[in-house]
């Protein structure tokens, strides 16, 4: 039976690591279980953006972050990128969406052409064949041709495309504000309920 309450959450290298730690913290503020992959290049950003240095070791990250967040430790989940052993590397497992946050475009490139070289390109493959619900926050500028058209490929077969661009329409007065209106929109897609931000006409 598919969850609803679990997410798989992806964080590469691309730049945009407030959106992944303030998604992150979101979804285990309300309870919901998170399977947890970064890549190398996703640590590198994290620590470059944020000061937020997370070690190398499953293990290691699962302790630092339930520290960090003060959640139940059954609540997170925490894989390596070669760790085939995981539950995402099947279409049996239970998880109901995935959101690549931030997606590289080498990410979303192996993505678009089934190379499933390493845990997050297999998780988002297996998401795509068992027709579940896969959020790709692709975060480049400008996109090349290639971008396009691997994104449109993406969005032809049902794949969400949701590059992180705020609105500034509800006035944001802090960067803080920005981050959760991205967040916002992906906790949308993927049917999930929040307060982060008023809606239009509310």
Same mark, same amino acid.
């Given at each position: 039976?598919?969850?609803p309450r679990?997410?798989?959450?992806?964080?590469?290298?691309?730049?945009?690591?407030?959106?992944?730690? #303030?998604?992150?913290? @979101?979804?285990?503020?309300?309870?919901?279980t998170?399977?947890?992959?970064?890549s190398?290049?996703?640590r590198?950003?994290l620590?470059?953006?944020l000061?937020?240095?997370?070690?190398?070791?499953? !293990?290691?990250?699962? =302790?630092?972050?339930?520290?960090?967040?003060?959640c139940?430790?059954?609540?997170?989940?925490?894989?390596?990128?070669?760790?085939?052993?995981?539950?995402?590397?099947? *279409?049996?497992h239970? @998880?109901? %969406?995935?959101? +690549? &946050? /931030? &997606?590289?475009?080498? %990410?979303? !490139?192996?993505?678009?052409?089934?190379?499933?070289?390493?845990?997050?390109? $297999?998780?988002?493959?297996?998401?795509? =064949?068992?027709n579940? =619900?896969?959020?790709?926050?692709? $975060?480049?500028?400008?996109? !090349?041709?290639?971008?396009?058209?691997?994104?449109?490929?993406?969005? #032809?077969?049902?794949? &969400?495309?949701?590059? /992180?661009? /705020? *609105?500034?329409?509800?006035?944001?007065?802090?960067?803080?504000?920005? +981050?959760?209106?991205?967040?916002?929109?992906?906790?949308?897609?993927? %049917?999930?309920?929040? %307060?982060?931000? /008023?809606?239009? *006409?509310?």
């Amino acid at each position: 039976m598919i969850d609803p309450r679990q997410i798989a959450l992806a964080i590469t290298g691309a730049s945009g690591a407030p959106y992944s730690k #303030r998604l992150l913290e @979101v979804l285990l503020a309300q309870g919901i279980t998170v399977h947890l992959m970064v890549s190398a290049a996703g640590r590198i950003v994290l620590a470059d953006e944020l000061d937020w240095k997370l070690p190398a070791r499953a !293990s290691d990250i699962h =302790k630092m972050l339930i520290a960090e967040f003060a959640c139940a430790p059954e609540l997170l989940k925490v894989y390596g990128e070669q760790q085939w052993s995981s539950p995402l590397a099947s *279409g049996s497992h239970k @998880v109901a %969406t995935m959101v +690549v &946050c /931030p &997606c590289t475009m080498g %990410t979303l !490139s192996s993505i678009a052409v089934g190379s499933s070289d390493n845990l997050i390109n $297999r998780a988002a493959d297996v998401m795509i =064949k068992e027709n579940r =619900k896969l959020i790709l926050v692709p $975060r480049e500028a400008p996109f !090349s041709t290639i971008h396009l058209e691997n994104m449109l490929k993406l969005a #032809r077969i049902g794949v &969400c495309i949701l590059p /992180p661009s /705020p *609105g500034f329409y509800f006035k944001p007065t802090q960067l803080s504000d920005i +981050v959760d209106f991205v967040v916002a929109r992906i906790l949308d897609q993927a %049917t999930i309920e929040h %307060t982060l931000q /008023p809606r239009w *006409g509310e």
